[in-house]
């Protein structure tokens, strides 16, 4: 009944917000979708207006030289030096004034004579007009191929020729496409990340304090008095809880009243202790109020309110994945014979590598550091390292900075995850990691695509310079959002470890687990292949493969942006598909087939298409297994979960599984170096096909141990935060 005080009217403002963002957003769009080709056909005239009377004015230098204006040299080198600078100008050609074609770059004479009889046949040659163009409306008819900027070349008044400017027109619909294309984009990412912003506001000054103020209410109708409520962040929720407080404060002061005259009484006679003490005890007995000194802070839930630090943090750290190989790769090098694949890989395995060693410790240093102090200390880190990426063009600074940048990811991560470990216990554990999980995959949603849409408009490096600005913008928020608390005690159930699990030697729990043969197997064939592929494949190949295909990094970032789509909404109904047939082991090997079955089909053809059946099959498929592996590792090892602690095993298999993340970028480059990007994509499926068809035939054979006591024992806490991704970014 509580509940529904609030929840209804929260939910309603949420919607009526989000329905208004909505509105406001698809109208802006369609503005935007209406007015591209309007815009765009005049910019591009006026570029090919300024290239044209670049192009006139040389020649009217040559002319000044008393050089005849047929027998000038130089002009086709001159024209595909233009071309090779500018891929949107299709040709360049230059006419005397009967249209017989003198000089061409881009096209032949008999194709441009053919070209401009075309043109002409729309709009003809106005000799004496500044310039001639063939608008919008001419790219309705089937037979033009070009839209034609022409200026006259002009000596002493007298027309001597024409310079033609063509663009191709399906250059320009490809244009008018892929902005469209960006437009929708735009519109998608902007509102989700309204979603994130509005449910923080929501939840930080509304039903949070409504929920405050409702326990508090709960409480004193249960006769307990002994809280107090912190502080409101509205002021009129703050006057609300003022006056409760008040009440309560009044209530515990009449009480404290009472204590002290029966102390006096109890002097005055020590015949009435025994009846004075009787009705103390039956008030206490009945009642809870707050002794002197001993006031209990009713602190505001703000575990939802750690999502927006995950998703800016995540989204920040993302924001370079349609690019960081290419950008890598367009550096000069100072290691003598490194090849530019292996080149382009190495910032990537840097970072990965970082995280797998930071992750094992970034846990404790959160725990003896405090929640906001790690957070902040993390954020500075990966702000540093994004500065320095954006501001030192230079390969060295690139590997240092993402280093250093993996280092401070796993330090904002775990401080994440072990504030809401701290936040929580077994009630709405649960709810709080799938909060986190959401905000994760709504980053990989996201960032992909706003990184690319930046990158073509604004270059790669201020794009880091952009993703700084949100790591600091995160490091803000967790001063007001985050304690600084250290852990709790593991026997409270809180810190790192979580639930009071026993956390054993990382060493015996690592050689316990050697001599396990089926865990061994599984993170050999499963763990250690799927975050390869996931790193080798999506973070370095299907930037690098696009770009070998034409792909603009706007559309790199489309197609990677899939991946997370996939993981959101399908990792929910495969979850409980899982659990409800109880088939782990069968979904963990249908996913690591369907990841590498979706890679095969490049080898038919190279095209965006196959690498986006690619990225399909890897989502879904990641999407099917991962929940099911987290059960299966949990099955494996209850034997060394009991003499190390679940926590440790965990730990030890997340390890596994990032180091192998950090192999698969170097992997991919270095069968790039000797196969190429399409045979490199190929060969990456039939490894991650091969070894899950191993351990579907392994586990069909040894069995997977459900036999050996509980069916489906619950992985440690906060082993279901790192989502789909497996914490591999």
């Not at 009217?60 to 130089?74: M, N, S, W």
């Not at 009071?500 to 729990?509: H, L, M, P, V």
Request: proline share 4%; aromatic share 8%; charged share 15%.
């Amino acid at each position: 009944m509580t509940r529904a005080i609030y929840l209804g009217p929260v939910r309603n403002l949420f919607l009526f917000s989000l329905l208004v963002l909505l509105l406001s957003q698809a109208a802006i769009s369609l503005y935007a979708w209406s007015a591209i080709e309007k815009r765009i056909l005049p910019v591009l005239d006026s570029k090919a207006a300024t290239v044209g009377d670049s192009v006139a004015r040389k020649i009217q230098h040559a002319l000044d030289y008393r050089v005849p204006f047929e027998k000038i040299t130089g002009v086709t080198d001159f024209f595909d030096d233009i071309l090779q600078q500018n891929p949107d100008i299709a040709f360049l050609a230059l006419c005397d004034a009967r249209d017989k074609v003198l000089f061409s770059s881009g096209i032949g004479a008999a194709q441009a004579g053919k070209a401009f009889e075309k043109i002409n046949r729309y709009g003809g040659m106005q000799k004496n007009a500044a310039s001639f163009r063939i608008t919008a409306e001419d790219l309705s008819h089937n037979e033009q191929a070009y839209v034609d900027t022409s200026l006259p070349v002009l000596y002493h008044g007298e027309l001597l020729g024409v310079v033609h400017i063509g663009v191709e027109q399906h250059y320009i619909a490809g244009r008018i496409s892929e902005l469209r294309y960006d437009i929708g984009i735009i519109l998608l990412t902007s509102l989700l990340i309204a979603f994130e912003i509005l449910q923080f506001i929501i939840a930080r000054h509304f039903s949070t304090p409504i929920h405050q103020i409702s326990e508090m209410m709960e409480q004193m109708a249960a006769n307990n008095f002994s809280s107090r409520l912190t502080a409101g962040s509205s002021e009129q929720l703050g006057i609300i809880a003022e006056g409760l407080n008040a009440l309560a404060a009044r209530i515990n002061h009449a009480f404290h009243d009472i204590v002290q005259l029966a102390g006096t009484a109890v002097e005055k006679s020590a015949q009435m202790r025994e009846s004075w003490s009787a009705m103390l005890a039956q008030l206490r007995s009945r009642h809870s109020f707050a002794e002197v000194g001993n006031v209990r802070e009713l602190a505001q839930p703000r575990v939802n309110a750690i999502r927006i630090l995950t998703f800016l943090f995540m989204f920040a750290e993302m924001l370079s994945r349609p690019f960081l190989p290419l950008y890598a790769g367009s550096l000069p090098v100072s290691f003598a014979g490194l090849p530019a694949s292996m080149q382009a890989s190495l910032p990537i395995s840097c970072f990965l590598l970082a995280v797998a060693l930071s992750m094992p410790f970034a846990g404790s240093w959160s725990d003896r550091l405090g929640r906001r102090r790690s957070f902040m200390l993390g954020a500075l880190t990966v702000a540093a390292g994004m500065l320095l990426t954006g501001l030192l063009p230079d390969f060295s600074a690139l590997v240092a900075a993402r280093t250093m940048t993996g280092v401070g990811y796993a330090v904002m991560f775990m401080a994440c995850q072990g504030y809401v470990i701290d936040h929580t216990d077994a009630s709405n554990r649960t709810s709080g990691m799938a909060s986190f999980v959401g905000a994760i995959m709504v980053a990989e949603i996201c960032a992909p695509a706003v990184g690319g849409i930046l990158a073509d408009r604004i270059g790669y490096q201020l794009v880091f310079i952009v993703g700084a600005l949100v790591a600091l913008t995160a490091a803000g928020l967790a001063v007001s959002i985050l304690d600084n608390r250290s852990a709790r005690p593991a026997e409270e159930g809180g810190g790192g470890g979580g639930d009071g699990a026993r956390r054993g030697s990382f060493g015996k729990g690592l050689l316990s687990l050697a001599g396990n043969y089926r865990f061994v197997a599984m993170s050999l064939l499963t763990g250690i292949p799927a975050k390869l592929i996931y790193s080798g494949f999506l973070i370095y190949l299907v930037p690098m493969l696009l770009a070998d295909l034409g792909s603009s990094k706007s559309e790199i970032g489309r197609y990677a942006m899939l991946y997370g789509f996939a993981a959101l909404l399908l990792s929910p109904l495969f979850a409980r598909f899982t659990d409800r047939h109880r088939a782990h082991t069968g979904m963990v090997a249908a996913g690591g087939i369907l990841t590498g079955a979706g890679l095969l089909p490049v080898l038919l053809s190279a095209q965006p298409a196959m690498v986006l059946l690619g990225i399909s099959c890897l989502g879904i498929g990641q999407a099917m297994s991962i929940s099911a592996q987290l059960v299966l590792v949990a099955r494996l090892t209850r034997k060394e979960a009991q003499a190390s602690g679940p926590t440790t095993v965990l730990g030890i298999f997340r390890l596994i599984e990032r180091l192998g993340a950090a192999a698969g970028p170097a992997l991919a480059a270095a069968l790039v170096a000797s196969q190429g990007t399409t045979m490199a994509m190929a060969i990456l499926g039939i490894f991650g096909l091969v070894s899950a068809c191993l351990f579907a035939l392994l586990f069909a054979v040894a069995g997977d141990g459900s036999d050996a006591g509980e069916e489906n024992p619950e992985p440690p806490p906060g082993a279901r935060l790192e989502g789909p991704q497996g914490n591999t970014q």
